[in-house]
């Protein structure tokens, strides 16, 4: 843990401390430590039910921590709703996609738009004052974010009419809309093929590039998460057992026991174990 | 790509708009149609707005609710005092009485809620509780912070109390001045409409008061708490004349005046379509819609969930309020009986017959509802007209059958249909292209 207190540093974007979930008599998360520092490429990864997800859910408001705190951007915000951690510059995705599956791809992305629409709910029934000029320009900047993701011909279609990996694309578009400073991925290559997944990643490096963005992701392929991550932070048991850089990680031992148990303790990486 | 047309959509509608409206003014004018069809045509546009209400709140943000025929009759009996007030017979003594009163009343109402908005009242507890806790005891601290926020509350009540008795002086000043300035014709249309919107109004505030806390519950218990709301009107309209003895409780309203016509009703329609379409195709309804889409997602995308079903609720009420408020200038009287839950069902299989999250749709069923209906009495034979309430439901078992979604599903017509984005020529980063590219290539291995 020494390694993880040497991370915390004034810079850091998002710093959770002591964070604790509790479900009835279940602990998912237990005095959970982490600390993002900014513009980084941050992953988080760890065994089946080791809480990488109520961590994700804590940091979007959809739990309320049953201690411990949460601060983003030197503000505390745990205990928030959900949209107003939204406001403050944090978007999502999902491990099982949630798009709105009714509605057009272009609206998918407008959606996420609409705190940044900058009209009224009398301007927009009126149709006076800013209504026109904003809806242009929000409809616009939907229309790019899509030209970005390769979506742009795809606009007027459903969202569940897409195939699974341009589905996987638009929810990062559409959580891009938002502007955040962070953006949390909840194993965006899940269930992709590698030809997918390796775009997927051109695909993560370019966002976290072009939009100066901290990304924080959770992912099981250790493809993924070696390849692209800065630093890793290994969870097990709701609590931190591990980080540092991907090779630090790779050659950790208390890694290795968690992923293949106590006789592999020392010789096998995680790549191994995870493929 | 859709190709895109080459005259704007809402010239085709505007032009079958004004032909419905002049077709059905001139065939009852004429009488081509007796006066008993088009009572039943300006009931199916009356029924028209109560069901776009509807399909706001349960088809657009996916809130099922049963109290829709609470509102109704809420914009129905309030709208008959106002109107009943003016026309004859002043019942509380002078004809502009109740429109001030009611008016008044709503403003109160109005200002007390910002009143609490504004002050923080519902943070008032919680932060003063941690500022005390620091000096006393947790069961002081609390005591004292109980207390003053229901002293508070209680002044801010006081003073709306206050402020309604100020602003009815003030609407009496305002009105009293409007009426007398205006022809009698004119004044006798002026109030009709002060009494349809004031049915509305007062839907919608009724609507946002219950919806504050019944809008938490998940979606089943939301639909039976409604039910819920939709009795209580119901029961209270039954007693009502113990507090309006005007009202007549269970023997039922009568005298008020015959004001619907088909054009207030086509006038009203029209406005409550292009208000509920404006609303849809902005941001505000696409975050409506993202609700019943994906709750979780919608709120992760910083929709404030809360708010956009209060908004939804409340229109739809507004709604359901205005065609109350025509309804009871229809027929001329009202009894609870109109207003009970079976009735309550009416709109709801409308919109799911129309197709739910279809304006177009809701229009077309409430029409078709109400001809088949009434164009059912007509065609079975004497002493069999109770047939209709199970051929009706066997129609609509068969339409469910095939057509699941509804007549229309979500699609719509003409100028309803969701504006076509700009077709523009965007310059994609070159990193983001070799993404793309590498990506159609894995697609197609």
């Keep these: 843990m020494a390694s993880a207190h040497s991370l915390a540093d004034s810079t850091a974007l998002l710093d959770i401390r002591d964070l604790t979930m509790q479900f009835g008599g279940l602990r998912a998360v237990s005095d959970l430590s982490l600390s993002v520092p900014s513009y980084g490429l941050h992953g988080l990864i760890g065994p089946n039910g080791a809480g990488k997800t109520t961590v994700f859910n804590m940091i979007s408001g959809l739990y309320v921590p049953?201690?411990?705190?949460i601060v983003f951007d030197d503000r505390m915000i745990n205990g928030m709703?959900?949209?107003?951690?939204?406001?403050?510059?944090?978007?999502?995705?999902?491990?099982?996609?949630?798009?709105?599956?009714?509605?057009?791809?272009?609206?998918?992305?407008?959606?996420?738009?609409?705190?940044?629409?900058?009209?009224?709910?009398?301007?927009?029934?009126?149709?006076?004052?800013?209504?026109?000029?904003?809806?242009r320009l929000l409809t616009?900047?939907?229309?790019?974010f899509l030209a970005v993701f390769g979506l742009q011909d795809r606009q007027l279609e459903l969202a569940k009419n897409l195939p699974y990996g341009e589905q996987r694309r638009l929810e990062i578009a559409r959580a891009l809309a938002v502007r955040p400073k962070l953006l949390l991925l909840d194993e965006p290559a899940a269930g992709m093929n590698p030809n997918e997944t390796e775009t997927l990643m051109q695909l993560i490096r370019f966002v976290h590039d072009e939009f100066n963005l901290t990304i924080?992701?959770?992912?099981?392929?250790?493809?993924?998460?070696?390849?692209?991550?800065?630093?890793?932070?290994?969870?097990?048991?709701?609590?931190?057992?591990?980080?540092?850089t991907p090779d630090d990680i790779q050659s950790n031992a208390a890694v290795i026991e968690a992923y293949l148990g106590k006789q592999f303790g020392k010789g096998l990486t995680p790549d191994v174990a995870a493929s | 790509m859709k190709k895109r047309a080459a005259i704007p959509s809402w010239v085709p509608t505007l032009l079958f708009a004004a032909l419905v409206f002049i077709a059905v003014q001139y065939a009852s004018d004429r009488e081509i149609i007796s006066r008993y069809w088009s009572q039943v045509i300006v009931f199916a546009a009356v029924t028209s707005i109560s069901a776009l209400g509807l399909n706001l709140i349960y088809g657009f943000n996916g809130q099922f609710s049963l109290g829709q025929v609470g509102f109704y009759a809420i914009g129905a009996y309030g709208s008959a005092l106002i109107t009943k007030d003016f026309s004859k017979n002043p019942w509380s003594g002078d004809p502009i009485g109740a429109l001030c009163w009611i008016m008044a009343a709503q403003i109160g109402i109005v200002l007390v809620l910002l009143a609490f908005q504004l002050l923080h009242i519902g943070d008032l507890n919680k932060s003063l509780r941690k500022t005390l806790s620091r000096t006393l005891k947790t069961h002081e601290a609390s005591m004292i912070c109980t207390l003053v926020t229901l002293v508070a509350s209680a002044l801010i009540l006081a003073a709306g109390y206050y402020a309604t008795l100020g602003l009815h002086w003030v609407t009496y000043r305002l009105m009293s001045a409007l009426f007398t300035a205006l022809p009698a014709n004119a004044a006798k249309n002026v109030n009709f409409l002060l009494a349809i919107l004031n049915g509305g109004t007062i839907a919608a505030l009724v609507a946002y008061l219950v919806g504050l806390p019944l809008l938490r519950l998940g979606s089943d218990y939301f639909?039976?708490?409604?039910?819920?709301?939709?009795?209580?009107?119901?029961?209270?309209?039954?007693?009502?004349?113990l507090v309006i003895p005007t009202m007549k409780g269970a023997r039922g309203m009568v005298g008020i005046p015959l004001y619907t016509t088909w054009g207030?009703?086509?006038?009203?329609?029209?406005?409550?379509?292009?208000?509920?379409?404006?609303l849809i195709r902005s941001s505000q309804g696409r975050a409506i819609i993202s609700v019943r889409e994906d709750e979780i997602a919608a709120r992760a995308m910083g929709v404030d969930v809360t708010r956009q079903k209060a908004v939804a609720f409340t229109f739809g009420a507004l709604f359901a309020g205005i065609a109350g408020a025509l309804y009871a200038h229809l027929y001329g009287f009202l009894h609870p009986?109109?207003?009970?839950?079976?009735?309550?069902?009416?709109?709801?299989?409308?919109?799911?017959?129309?197709?739910?999250?279809?304006?177009?749709?809701?229009?077309?069923?409430?029409?078709?509802?109400?001809?088949?209906?009434?164009?059912?009495?007509?065609?079975?034979?004497?002493?069999?007209e109770d047939w209709r309430f199970v051929i009706y439901p066997i129609l609509l078992l068969i339409v469910m059958l095939l057509r699941p979604s509804g007549l229309m599903g979500t699609k719509e017509w003409g100028w309803l249909r969701a504006p076509l984005p700009p077709e523009r020529d965007i310059?994609?980063?070159?990193?983001?292209?070799?993404?793309?590219?590498?990506?159609?290539?894995g697609e197609e291995a």
């Excluded at chain 2, 310059?427 to 290539?441: I, K, S």
């Design chain 2, 264 to 278: 207030w009703a086509f006038g009203a329609l029209v406005v409550c379509i292009i208000v509920l379409r404006n």
């Design chain 1, 140 to 144: 616009e900047q939907a229309q790019d």
């Design chain 1, 66 to 69: 049953s201690s411990g705190e």
């Design chain 2, 427 to 441: 310059p994609v980063p070159q990193r983001a292209l070799a993404a793309q590219q590498t990506h159609n290539h």
């Design chain 1, 81 to 135: 709703a959900p949209q107003q951690i939204s406001h403050l510059g944090v978007a999502r995705t999902f491990q099982n996609i949630r798009l709105f599956k009714d509605l057009t791809v272009l609206d998918n992305v407008r959606i996420a738009y609409h705190q940044h629409a900058g009209y009224n709910l009398i301007e927009a029934i009126t149709r006076l004052g800013r209504f026109r000029r904003q809806e």
């Design chain 2, 337 to 384: 009986s109109s207003f009970n839950t079976i009735k309550g069902f009416d709109p709801l299989i409308i919109i799911v017959f129309g197709g739910l999250g279809s304006m177009t749709g809701t229009i077309m069923a409430s029409v078709g509802f109400a001809l088949l209906i009434e164009g059912l009495r007509v065609v079975l034979p004497q002493g069999f």
């Design chain 1, 216 to 244: 924080l992701l959770i992912e099981h392929q250790m493809r993924v998460v070696m390849g692209i991550c800065e630093w890793i932070t290994v969870m097990d048991f709701g609590q931190v057992i591990a980080r540092g």
């Design chain 2, 223 to 241: 639909g039976i708490a409604t039910l819920g709301f939709a009795i209580m009107v119901y029961t209270a309209l039954q007693n009502s004349d």
